[in-house]
């Protein structure tokens, strides 16, 4: 996704199963600040990680009401 946002920054990277991870990435676009959490899977040919169309972008004004909700969730 290199190709689509001006500027982009690894924040982590969360093992799904062996062909996808999850990967959260600060991001721009026109000067507009995101979060941007996407499945990234497997691609043999090349040996590396592709971005899937499933994820979510949080635009970074809305993105502590984003936390708060994940944080409100109960693990048991």
């Known amino acids: 996704m290199a190709d689509f946002w001006d500027n982009e920054e690894l924040v982590g990277k969360i093992e799904k199963n062996n062909r996808e991870e999850i990967h959260i990435k600060k991001v721009e676009k026109k000067g507009k600040k995101y979060i ?3 499945v990234f899977w ?3 040919e090349s040996g590396e990680f592709r971005p899937s169309q499933k994820g979510v972008t ?3 004004e809305s993105f502590a009401q ?3 909700l994940i944080d409100s969730i109960e693990v048991e």
């Open 36 to 38: 941007d959490i996407r």
């Open 42 to 44: 497997f691609e043999g």
């Open 58 to 60: 949080v635009a970074l």
């Open 66 to 68: 984003f936390r708060e």
